[in-house]
């Protein structure tokens, strides 16, 4: 089984960053995906999740219409559009299918 993150970097507030989760090992098109992150002293918390059909989507309150979860199951990656960033934002992020985590992204926002 493996899940891999990508795509964190610095970024200034306002600015936009995009995640992506590559899996295989377990049946991915049939998998809930999500996202959660840690900050530095904080527990990690989840952040948006997405159905095996993408027919459910859900976002954690603090990130909802800023930030877009996707998946294409043809490629088994899960994606995680960031817009609008804040200071805030910052952590690690990682991805999990079933019981199964990446070992995260950072993601920095900063001015």
């Known amino acids: 089984v493996r899940v891999v993150e990508s795509g964190g970097g610095l970024v200034q507030p306002g600015g936009s960053l995009n995640l992506s989760c590559t899996a295989s090992?377990?049946?991915?098109?049939?998998?809930?995906m999500s996202w959660y992150r840690q900050a530095p002293g904080k527990e990690r918390e989840w952040v948006a999740e997405i159905s095996g059909t993408s027919v459910i989507i859900n976002y954690a309150d603090d990130v909802k219409g800023r930030f877009t979860i996707s998946r294409d199951n043809g490629k088994n990656i899960a994606t995680l559009q960031m817009n609008n960033l804040k200071p805030e934002d910052t952590g690690v992020y990682y991805c999990?299918?079933?019981?199964?985590w990446g070992q995260g992204t950072q993601v920095t926002v900063s001015a």
């Open positions: 999990r299918g079933q019981n199964y």
């Open positions: 090992g377990f049946p991915f098109s049939l998998s809930y």
